[in-house]
């Protein structure tokens, strides 16, 4: 079982996000589907997965997918599966059913149709005929698309969302899930100030405090699978090494959060101390015609009242306008705003630079996006480019330590690579180098690839690269202060 199909599921609009987070935990064989990325990895990625992702509701093993229009279809299917690689002989499990623009649509039907199938397909491998399920839970899920029944087992229990740091929330919560993907939607970055002046429960500021210090979202909690015996424990050791392993310290700047309700105030502190973040975050009792800052190229990420849950449509145009005039002095600063308002452009008198559509709970929402300047002193890119020399491949790393390296340029002889997360979340470029006079005519660079923040084309753990280079180059010249400080602040 050392190769599995794997889904991790997510909100709609965040899929994206979540096949990023992938593929930095180095799953990069994806594929993208409405609400979900099947990608396919080892048994340690489903502990790895489950602690790591930030904006994933779930990590699902698939058992399985066939085609059925018909009861005696759906049957022979689930039979067909290789059920007892995953069910011991006492698993309780449970299945739970949908089904979408498909023939078979009955879901209480379809549930009890596949959960005798199983039964079935188990009597014969353990030759009885009944089973206390008196063990460990796997939760079976059958979802029917357009006739296609795909049948998975669920690991993590209850939805990743649910961290362990938010016993008690404020109205209108986010969900932490979603928080964090505003956070990694934008261009913010533990070198950079962070403003969230409507904080409620504070779910915004501490998916960004935890996102700072690298802290695996799930290292407070525990998933379905703890308990199941195909999981080794020593995966589970290894995995929770790692983010032990892989924390961060205290960011430059404390972040910054406040909210008009001192009530919400003191629940958003409650919430960052169970966290764990409590002395990243600066919280204040604060309306937001009273924001000053002292800092610059900083962001402010935040969730304003929107009418639909807390207040009504006039007061949100209220606040909007009130934030026009509260934002007016951080020129430098980028600013993003989750918000359902439809006329929320209007009240705040700026057209966004990017609109997302995404959903909080089933409100349909947008994510606005502002972009400030960029921090001065930050080299243009071509100045660290040039600064990289060309390296033999031979002598920067031992071809076997990064098969996936080798296997995308098999010839290439020589590379040149630079990763920054300073600006643009991610940076890369990679210029390959080939001896063979065949592959281009003996020239020392031949390739160039730029990759940018949410390109489709980013498929390689570029995390792994870039600390690999950077340890690895031997400098040409002596590269500037700024340029040197760019450099620390990119590893
Ligand atoms: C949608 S909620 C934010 C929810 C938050 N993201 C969370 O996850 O808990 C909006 C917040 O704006 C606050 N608020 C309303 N008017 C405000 C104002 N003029 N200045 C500052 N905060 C205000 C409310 O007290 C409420 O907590």
Partial sequence: MSRLELIATAAFGLEAIVSRELSDLGYTEQTVEDGRVCFVADELAICRCNLWLRAADRVLIKVGSFLATNFDELFQGVTELAWPEWLPFDAKFPVSGKSVRSQLHNEPSIQGVTKKAIVECLKKTYQRHWFDENGAEYPIEVSILKDRVTLSIDTSGVGLHKRGYRPEVAAAPLRETTAAALVLLSYWGRERPFLDPFCGSGTIPIEAALIARNRAPGTNRGFQCDQ???????????????????????????????????????????????????????????????????????????????????????SAAAIYDDMADAFAPFTTW?????????????????????????????????YFQYYGPRPPGEPPLEDLWNFFPILRLDRLFPAASIPWLCRKQPQATSLRCLVLTCKLRWVVRCDWGYDDPTMRGNVAVSERTRYESGSQERRWPMRCLAPMCLRHVVPERTPSETLKKTLRDST
């Fill in 228 to 314: 199941w015996g195909q999981i080794s424990r020593d995966h589970w050791k290894q995995a929770r090494e790692e983010t032990r392993d892989k924390q961060l310290p205290k960011p430059r700047y404390t972040l910054q959060a406040s909210d008009i309700d001192g009530k919400v105030v003191s629940l958003a502190k409650r919430n960052a101390f169970e966290a764990g973040v409590a002395d990243d975050i600066d919280f204040k009792k604060l309306d937001v015609l009273e924001l000053k800052t002292i800092r610059d190229y900083g962001c402010i990420i935040t969730n304003p009242p929107y009418g639909e849950r807390l207040g009504d449509d006039d």
């Fill in 334 to 366: 980028s600013v993003y705003v989750l918000t359902s308002h439809p006329g929320f452009e209007r009240f705040f008198r700026r057209q966004a630079d990017r609109r997302r559509k995404m959903y909080a709970g089933r409100i349909e929402c947008h």
